[in-house]
């Protein structure tokens, strides 16, 4: 079964950072792009980061720009998200998947932000 299994998540202070992990099973991760989104409780799930399938080209959201970094290892099959100078409005359940023939979400991985 093809999915994605966000790690890494956790309860931090505020200027704090925290590393995602995005573990793909059952295909083959170089094959695609991926992105990471974030949903807050009772919003919409908003993009926060793209990386294309060989890992040279990456976007940020405008929330996230000089703060968080996306990365991939395609020999391990995960995609990575660096956030650094975590804030409380980046509290929030993180997900990754396909930007091409999507997944159904996974769990995500619960990112607080808190002093």
């Known amino acids: 079964q093809d999915q994605f299994v966000e790690s890494g998540g956790g309860l931090v202070q505020p200027g704090g950072s925290l590393r995602l992990s995005c573990a793909a099973s059952g295909f083959t991760l170089r094959q695609y792009g991926v992105s990471w989104y974030r949903q807050h409780p009772e919003t919409e799930r908003e993009l926060v980061a793209t990386i294309a399938s060989g890992g040279l080209i990456t976007n940020y959201a405008d929330s996230g720009k000089g703060r968080f970094t996306i990365s991939r290892s395609n020999t391990r099959n995960t995609v990575y998200l660096q956030m650094n100078n975590l804030k409380p409005e980046d509290t929030a359940v993180y997900y990754c998947?396909?930007?091409?023939?999507?997944?159904?979400w996974g769990q995500g991985t619960q990112v607080t932000v808190s002093s």
């Open positions: 998947n396909r930007i091409t023939s999507p997944l159904p």
